[in-house]
Nanobody, 122 residues
Framework: DVQLQASGGGLVQTGGSLRLSCAAY????????IAWFRQAPGKEREAVSC????????YYSDSVKGRFTISSDNAEKTVYLQMNNLKAEDTARYFC???????????????WGKGTQVTVSS
């Protein structure tokens, strides 16, 4: 079965750090792009970051650039999102998703995990 299991969320104070993990099962990790999206209550889903295991491309939204770092471990089939200098506006449920080959629009992501909650308190 295809699964994406996100973990690592929690409650942190403003300026703190968290590292999210997305473990992939059941598909060819090297032929997919893995992205992190987030959604806060009452807001639209936002693409945060993406890494393509196929062409090596990396993407960050302007809102997280310079604070978040995405990386992957092929052996563990896991993608990480290191989040530093967290702000209250980073509070959301974070989801990882997989798309064939390239980072792209959210409609191309066919596999989604259940997400992990990140809450940043001021």
């Amino acid at each position: 079965d295809v699964q994406l299991q996100a973990s690592g969320g929690g409650l942190v104070q403003t300026g703190g750090s968290l590292r999210l993990s997305c473990a992939a099962y059941g598909f060819t990790f090297e032929h997919h792009a893995i992205a992190w999206f987030r959604q806060a209550p009452g807001k639209e889903r936002e693409a945060v970051s993406c890494i393509s295991r196929y062409d090596g491309a990396v993407y960050y939204s302007d809102s997280v650039k310079g604070r978040f770092t995405i990386s992957s471990d092929n052996a563990e089939k896991t993608v990480y999102l290191q989040m530093n200098n967290l702000k209250a506006e980073d509070t959301a449920r974070y989801f990882c998703a997989a798309a064939p080959y390239y980072c792209s629009g959210s409609g191309n992501y066919g596999y989604w995990g259940k997400g992990t909650q990140v809450t940043v308190s001021s």
